[in-house]
């Protein structure tokens, strides 16, 4: 099952549901370019502010180096090996033959 986030609330259940049972390879969270925000080589999706700080305070996503910001399109957050994977959806860039 694939859930596309849009609202913080929304988010906020999804990831803490999904960090506790982290096992469970079908919680996906996709989280659309237009939530997330990038500053200082990280991606940072939206949350809400009236997360409790003991759950969730701050996600940063890592941009690996190969990656340019402006690719992204989309991120995927999983669980894969007791872990949580994250995959970069970017858009097809042309190369110009000449």
């Known amino acids: 099952m694939s859930q596309n986030v849009k609202s ?6 999804l990831l803490y549901e999904t960090l ?6 079908s919680k996906l969270l996709t989280f659309p370019r237009q ?7 990280c ?3 939206s949350i809400s502010r009236d997360t409790k700080p003991h759950l969730l305070t701050e996600i940063k ?9 402006d690719w992204v399109k989309e991120v995927t957050v ?3 090996l007791g872990e ?4 970069w959806v970017i ?8």
């Open 20 to 25: 506790r049972e982290r096992n469970d390879r």
């Open 8 to 13: 913080p609330k929304l988010l906020r259940l």
């Open 61 to 69: 996503l890592h941009l690996p180096e190969f990656i340019d910001s």
């Open 35 to 41: 939530a997330l925000n990038y500053k200082d080589g």
């Open 78 to 80: 999983r669980p894969y």
């Open 84 to 87: 949580l994977w994250i995959d």
């Open 43 to 45: 991606f940072h999706p």
């Open 91 to 98: 858009v097809a860039i042309a190369l110009n033959g000449t």
